[in-house]
């Protein structure tokens, strides 16, 4: 983690909106040295390169703007530059779509009416309701910030009973990055980990007012090495369905397919649903820890 990722977490440790001139700043030089000459279709002139990846002039090149414009961006000036710019170096930097949005977002930031802050992400009584009826399936629905705010019983006899944490724990990347059980229920911890990263990133580019996310970001870049090291990457992406590998205390191994579906009331929340391959042993283990509900992470926890 090089002073600038330190002096960002020291800033978002005091609850300080993160700057968004050096998030633009830090994301397109980490997105820059990423690529090789040889990847863009340039030839590398010279044994020894200043800068890992891409120089400043070769990517102005790629993007077909002025070395001295490309600069002003990268040092964080993304005052009046136009989508057709920012659709240029994505193309040149080959952005994926998230990056891309992420990076709009920081350079084209839209105007927020300050609001007050609300105590909690408020969930729909109908969407609880949904929840409920999902029996046998681990379902729950998760906010900004990483931010568990609904689960039915069989999410809590997988992952654990949040009702027993306090609300401000009830949050995944305080999860998986501050508790021991987590890091050992997820078998592939490290990916589990990256995502949340990724998400919290796309959070920050979308609101960096956000004091609350700051606060978050600057206690685990103060508790958590490994979220430093993460952090620091400037990865984003949205994951929306994939493969999870859990090791539970009671029954063993499951992978389970997870399925994410963004609300479209506007909210920043999903619903995230988790199933078995039907006739498989993680079918029948699932289908045993909804049949003992809560009581089962409890007994595990003994």
């Known amino acids: 983690m090089d002073s600038r990722d330190e002096q960002a977490g020291v800033a978002a440790a ?25 990847d863009v279709g340039l030839t590398a002139f010279g044994r020894h390169r ?12 790629l993007a077909g703007v002025s070395v001295a414009y490309y600069t002003r961006l990268e040092q964080g000036n993304g005052r009046n530059v136009s989508a057709e710019v920012l659709d240029s170096i994505a193309r040149a930097l080959r952005l994926t779509d998230a990056e891309h949005a992420h990076l709009t977002h920081l350079a084209k930031p839209k105007a927020h009416k300050k609001k007050p802050v609300a105590p909690q992400q408020q969930v729909r009584p109908a969407l609880r309701q949904l929840l409920a009826t999902l029996e046998g399936v681990p379902a729950y629905v998760v906010g900004r910030r990483a931010e568990i705010l609904a689960w039915n019983g069989t999410a809590a006899a997988l992952f654990g009973d949040w009702a027993e944490l306090p609300a401000v724990e009830r949050n995944w990347a305080r999860l998986v990055f501050l508790r021991p059980d987590y890091r050992e229920l997820f078998v592939d911890w490290e990916q589990k980990a990256i995502d949340i990263v990724c998400a919290l990133r796309m959070d920050a580019g979308c609101d960096p007012d956000d004091a609350r996310l700051s606060a978050l970001v600057g206690e685990l870049s ?19 369905h994939g493969v999870k590998r859990l090791r539970h205390p009671l029954v063993g191994d499951l992978a389970l397919h997870f399925e994410s579906f963004r609300l479209t009331d506007g909210s920043d929340r999903s619903l995230v649903t988790y199933h078995a391959e039907p006739g498989s042993a993680s079918a029948e283990s699932l289908r045993l820890l909804a049949s003992w509900g809560t009581d089962a992470t409890r007994a595990a926890t003994r």
């Open 14 to 38: 005091t609850g300080r909106p993160l700057d968004r001139r050096a998030e633009l700043s830090e994301f397109l030089r980490s997105r820059r040295a990423r690529l090789q000459p040889e």
């Open 50 to 61: 200043r800068v890992p990846g891409l120089r400043r002039e070769e990517l102005a090149q």
């Open 222 to 240: 103060v508790k958590s090495e490994e979220f430093r090291r993460l952090w620091a990457t400037h990865d984003v992406k949205e994951k929306s």
